[in-house]
Structures are given as C-alpha cells and as structure tokens.
C-alpha cells in the first residue's frame, strides 16, 4: 500500500537548516502527475499545507521559493524535498508531504522536528 514517508527531522538549535525528503513507498505510477505538497502540524493546532509544486513533465528542474521555505521534487526517485533556513522555535512540528489536495490514505507518520536551543 502506497504512503508518502517523511524522514530528515531533528532537533536542531534556532538559526539552523533542515532538509526534509519524502519518498512515496510502494508502487506508484503517476507521481509526475502530482501536485505534491508539504505540510506540518504543530502541538495543539490543525494540520497546514506550508508549501506546493505542481507536476508534470519538467517538475524536476522547478525549485520553489517562499521565504524560509523551498520546495524540490525527483520525480525519477518520487521524492520531494523541503529545505527550511533559519530555523525557529515556531517551526517545531511534524511534517508531512502529500498530494494538493491531500489524499486520506497516503499520509505518512511524517518526520518530527524540533527546534529548541
């Protein structure tokens, strides 16, 4: 059975870096196709989409940007990658990717970080 698992999680000080990888286990014929996403849910709050890449073909070379947060995605590896800088005590969560929309049955354990000094 298909599940996107998160890996590359920490505890890291403030002012760090982490690179998240989320790989699809399993067989899965259309990651290309997805658009693909992370999201992270913090102690006591709901679970956020924090950033997305579309699919299709040339998805691989499409490296988003959106303040602290990029976004990268291997389709030959079906992997999808969440680089975080300038880590803050705010961030700590568990992170998940997933498709955008979501789809129920493919939510992994994701990856728990933790930032605290």
């Known amino acids: 059975q298909v599940r996107f698992v998160a890996s590359g999680g920490g505890l890291v000080q403030p002012g760090g870096s982490l690179r998240l990888s989320c790989v699809a286990s399993?067989?899965?014929?259309?990651?290309?196709?997805?658009?693909m996403g992370w999201y992270r849910q913090a102690p006591g709050k709901q679970r956020e989409l924090i950033l997305e890449?579309?699919?299709?073909?040339?998805?691989s070379y499409v490296n988003l940007v959106q303040g602290r947060f990029s976004i990268s995605r291997d389709n030959a590896k079906n992997t999808v990658y969440l680089q975080i800088n300038s880590l803050e005590p705010e961030d700590t969560a568990v992170y998940y990717c997933?498709?955008?929309?979501?789809?129920?049955?493919?939510w992994g354990q994701g990856t728990q970080v933790t930032v605290s000094s």
């Open positions: 997933n498709g955008v929309p979501p789809v129920a049955s493919l």
């Open positions: 890449i579309p699919g299709g073909a040339g998805s």
């Open positions: 399993g067989s899965i014929s259309n990651f290309v196709d997805l658009n």
